[in-house]
T-cell receptor, first 113, second 113 residues
Framework: QKEVEQNSGPLSVPEGAIASLNCTYSDRGSQSFFWYRQYSGKSPELIMSIYSNGDKEDGRFTAQLNKASQYVSLLIRDSQPSDSATYLCAVNPVNTNAGKSTFGDGTTLTVKP | SAVISQKPSRDICQRGTSLTIQCQVDSQVTMMFWYRQQPGQSLTLIATANQGSEATYESGFVIDKFPISRPNLTFSTLTVSNMSPEDSSIYLC??????????FGSGTRLTVV
């Protein structure tokens, strides 16, 4: 079992729709959870972080965390073609040095005009 | 958040040679992280570089193959030694930003022929 698993994708949604990206993790003691966006040929960019159960909203992005289910998701509302990218879920397991993240394989999102 | 200058941005190297990648951060940071991203795959941590001490390598990565220097709190280098085509990848340096998320350098795209 991978430590961090994401929808294999690719995911395609029409412009204006809600894109839902999902991630599960194996280490129940994990404390910090992150979503990165990576455009083709570019390095990853941190877009959301979440540490407590529930929802965290930032503009069109909402991160959701459920530690009991070991599940974290990213919702993108009113999806735009510029949101087309690979989204990486990252988790900081409790049994590692602070700041050392484990990444999922990513989900590629395409937003069609 | 920190700004990282990474170079070279890309290189094509002959097998058996070595390449040194440099990262310069615009602020002092305790830890720098070196990741590898193979084509179509996610990020794999190579090592964590602390100033004034030996780098800590992850399973599957050894110092002889990936020597790291960390001469001060704003600079680090990663050398890929005795390269083979399997080393063709994107190499990324990163630092923590905020609460354990990362800021990444722009990446070095290495092709070994």
């Amino acid at each position: 079992q991978k430590e961090v698993e994401q929808n294999s994708g690719p995911l395609s949604v029409p412009e204006g729709a809600i894109a839902s990206l999902n991630c599960t993790y194996s280490d129940r003691g994990s404390q910090s959870f992150f979503w990165y966006r990576q455009y083709s040929g570019k390095s990853p960019e941190l877009i959301m972080s979440i540490y407590s159960n529930g929802d965290k909203e930032d503009g069109r992005f909402t991160a959701q965390l459920n530690k009991a289910s070991q599940y974290v998701s990213l919702l993108i509302r009113d999806s735009q073609p510029s949101d087309s990218a690979t989204y990486l879920c990252a988790v900081n397991p409790v049994n590692t040095n602070a700041g050392k993240s484990t990444f999922g394989d990513g989900t590629t999102l395409t937003v069609k005009p | 958040s920190a700004v990282i200058s990474q170079k070279p941005s890309r290189d094509i190297c002959q097998r058996g040679t070595s390449l040194t990648i440099q990262c310069q951060v615009d602020s002092q940071v305790t830890m720098m992280f070196w990741y590898r991203q193979q084509p179509g795959q996610s990020l794999t941590l190579i090592a964590t570089a602390n100033q004034g001490s030996e780098a800590t390598y992850e399973s599957g990565f050894v110092i002889d193959k990936f020597p790291i220097s960390r001469p001060n709190l704003t600079f680090s280098t990663l050398t890929v030694s005795n390269m083979s085509p399997e080393d063709s990848s994107i190499y990324l340096c990163s630092v923590r930003t905020g609460l354990n998320g990362y800021t990444f350098g722009s990446g070095t795209r290495l092709t070994v022929v």
